[in-house]
T-cell receptor, first 117, second 114 residues
């Protein structure tokens, strides 16, 4: 069974600094996707960044980038130039396709990030 | 905004009652998943519907059931509510194929069972 582990329950970073959130996962699959989702306080969960396992190149999305180490089953999120609006709960998620049009998502327990002014 | 809506926003029920939560997906998204998110935890997969049929279930008992309709809306029904059912319930829709089958989440319904 797949598992996703986020070992940092809480983190803080000064505004404009860089922070890295850790995520490890366990799977025997070769084809899968990894995601980072952001859930601001009392607001909707939104996608931050996505990585296809078959791609060696790390995904980037503006200030957000990942360090994907497939052999080590590690998928960390780096936030550069942190902004107050980045304060949120961040979830790492693993996804694989289970059939036509159906998928299985497994989420980690989350890392609460606070950006300090 | 993700284009996924849920109703109601908040709900208070008592133990033993039944509840129906609703979700309206983005047009064209015929895969919908439901999650239970306890306070301070990550979402736990309840089940998934594709083309109006349940296709995948997590470790939840049969008193959790659902429906998906042709108009991209769906329901989560929970019978015989227990105190531990208190949580945020999220629905997420996605296209059946495409860029990593990204899920788009609704804002959730916060259910409190007294």
């Amino acid at each position: 069974a797949q598992t996703v582990t986020q070992s940092q329950p809480e983190m803080s970073v000064q505004e404009a600094e860089t922070v890295t959130l850790s995520c490890t996962y366990d799977t025997s699959e070769n084809n899968y996707y990894l995601f980072w989702y952001k859930q601001p306080p009392s607001r909707q969960m939104i996608l931050v960044i996505r990585q296809e396992a078959y791609k060696q190149q790390n995904a980037t999305e503006n200030r957000f980038s990942v360090n994907f180490q497939k052999a080590a089953k590690s998928f960390s999120l780096k936030i550069s130039d942190s902004q107050l609006g980045d304060t949120a709960m961040y979830f790492c998620a693993f996804m694989k396709q289970t059939g036509a049009g159906t998928y299985k998502y497994i989420f980690g327990t989350g890392t609460r990030l606070k950006v300090l002014a | 905004e993700t284009g996924v809506t849920q109703s109601p926003t908040h709900l208070i029920k008592t133990r033993g009652q039944q509840v129906t939560l609703r979700c309206s997906s983005q047009s064209g998204h015929n895969t919908v998943s439901w999650y239970q998110q306890a306070l301070g935890q990550g979402p736990q997969f309840i089940f998934q519907y594709y083309r109006e049929e349940e296709n995948g279930r997590g470790n939840f008992p049969p008193r959790f059931s659902g429906l998906q309709f042709p108009n991209y809306s769906s329901e989560l029904n929970v019978n015989a509510l227990e105190l531990d059912d208190s949580a945020l319930y999220l629905c997420a829709s996605s296209l059946p194929s495409g860029k990593g089958n990204t899920q788009y989440f609704g804002p959730g319904t916060r259910l409190t069972v007294l």
